[in-house]
C-alpha cells in the first residue's frame, strides 16, 4: 500500500537555529514528490517538486533532497514567518492522485 | 491569474441536511480534485475529474457524497443527510493535467452540528 510518513509531528525552533524536516515514502513507482506550506485557515501552497533521487531544489531558507526512500526539507536559519505546516505527498503507480503525509507543525520562535 | 476558488469559506449546518460546496479552478486546468482534511488527520482524496473522462470516485466515504464538474470547469461536492464526522475542510485542487503540480484553493470549513 502507498505510504508516506512525516516526522517529527511538530517541530520548535528559535530563530536562526537550523533543522531538517523528514518525509518518508512507500509507493510503486515514484512519479513525483510534492512539498506544500499550510498555513492555518489556508489551503496548501505549493513549495517544490522533485521527481529523481539525488536532485535537489532551493527556495530561500528552504531546500528540499529526495532519495529513493525520503525526502528531506532542510530549514536554514529560520525566521518567525516560516512557522507553518509542512506537507509531503507523493504521485505513484496509476493514481491519479497525491497521497499525502499528515504534516509537520513547524514553530519558529523569535 | 486567478488561483482556485472555493465557496462557501465556511457552513455551518445541521446533522441531516444536505450541503453543496464549490469549486472554480484555475482556467484551462483539465484536472480538478477534491480532498477532505479533518483535525490531525493528512489530506484525504475523495474524487478526481480528468477532462471529458469517467471521474475517479475511489475516495468517495460513502454514497451519501458525491461530486459532478459541468463543462469541463466549476465542480459541486454534494453531502446529503450530513453527518458529524463530515465535519471537516473540503479542498479542492487542480492542474493542467494528471501527474503535475496541484494548485489548492483556500477550502471550505464544514461544521455539522
Known amino acids: 500500500e502507498d505510504q508516506v510518513t512525516q516526522s517529527p509531528e511538530a517541530l520548535r525552533l528559535q530563530e536562526g537555529e537550523s533543522s531538517s524536516l523528514n518525509c518518508s515514502y512507500t509507493?510503486?513507482?515514484?512519479?513525483?514528490l510534492f512539498w506544500y506550506r499550510q498555513d492555518p485557515g489556508k489551503g496548501p501552497e505549493f513549495l517544490f517538486t522533485?521527481?529523481?533521487a539525488g536532485e535537489e531544489k532551493e527556495k530561500e531558507r528552504l531546500k528540499a533532497t529526495l532519495t529513493k526512500k525520503e525526502s528531506f526539507l532542510h530549514i536554514t536559519a529560520p525566521k518567525p514567518e516560516d512557522s507553518a505546516t509542512y506537507l509531503c505527498?507523493?504521485?505513484?503507480?496509476?493514481?491519479?492522485?497525491?497521497?499525502f503525509g499528515k504534516g509537520t507543525k513547524l514553530s519558529v520562535k523569535p | 491569474g486567478a488561483g482556485v476558488s472555493q465557496s462557501p469559506s465556511n457552513k455551518v449546518t445541521e446533522k441531516g441536511k444536505d450541503v453543496e460546496l464549490r469549486c472554480d479552478p484555475i482556467?484551462?486546468?483539465?484536472?480538478l480534485y477534491w480532498y477532505r482534511q479533518s483535525l490531525g488527520q493528512g489530506l484525504e482524496f475523495l474524487i478526481y475529474?480528468?477532462?471529458?473522462?469517467?471521474?475517479?470516485k475511489s475516495g468517495l466515504p460513502s454514497d451519501r457524497f458525491s461530486a459532478e464538474r459541468t463543462g469541463g470547469s466549476v465542480s459541486t461536492l454534494t453531502i446529503q443527510r450530513t453527518q458529524q464526522e463530515d465535519s471537516a475542510v473540503y479542498l479542492c485542487?487542480?492542474?493542467?493535467?494528471?501527474?503535475?503540480?496541484?494548485?489548492f484553493g483556500p477550502g471550505t470549513r464544514l461544521l455539522v452540528l
Open positions: 505527498a507523493v504521485y505513484g503507480g496509476s493514481q491519479g492522485n497525491l497521497i
Open positions: 522533485l521527481y529523481s
Open positions: 475529474f480528468q477532462g471529458n473522462s469517467a471521474p475517479d
Open positions: 482556467s484551462g486546468h483539465t484536472a
Open positions: 509507493v510503486s513507482g515514484l512519479r513525483g
Open positions: 485542487a487542480s492542474n493542467p493535467d494528471r501527474g503535475e503540480t496541484q494548485y
